[in-house]
């Protein structure tokens, strides 16, 4: 498994913006497969965006097509959450998620080993 530390969440209004980041551990990081989820209150946990080993595919879920965007750096052992044009609805703890299996846009947390331990993101209205 693989140690995953995200950072970056934070207050914003609505139409801000936040980057997360997500820090792992080990010298593999290219072979997980990447992802971001995000819990509400009273919710389940859902799949927000993914990327594969290489960044060479991102997936994401509709409700943030267009406004998020997944990155990572595998010589910083890093995966990235560029959100922009934010909405109430967007607030959530967001946790980093690795897997060495496939990731789509239809991903699940079942689908990951490894969890970081989250990061708070509140949209004002």
């Known amino acids: 498994q693989v140690q995953l530390v995200e950072s970056g969440g934070g207050l914003v209004q609505t139409g801000g913006s936040l980057r997360l980041s997500c820090a792992a551990s080990g010298r593999t990081f290219s072979s997980y497969n990447m992802g971001w989820f995000r819990q509400a209150p009273g919710k389940e946990r859902e799949f927000v965006a993914a990327i594969t080993g290489r960044g060479r595919y991102a997936y994401y879920v509709d409700s943030v097509k267009g406004r998020f965007t997944i990155s990572r750096d595998n010589a910083k052992n890093t995966v990235y959450l560029q959100m922009n044009s934010l909405k109430p609805e967007d607030t959530a703890v967001y946790y980093c998620?690795?897997?060495?299996?496939?990731?789509?846009?239809?991903?699940?947390?079942?689908?990951?080993?490894?969890w970081g331990q989250g990061t708070q993101v509140t949209v004002s209205s």
């Open positions: 998620a690795a897997t060495e299996g496939a990731v789509s846009p239809q991903s699940r947390e079942a689908n990951f080993g490894s």
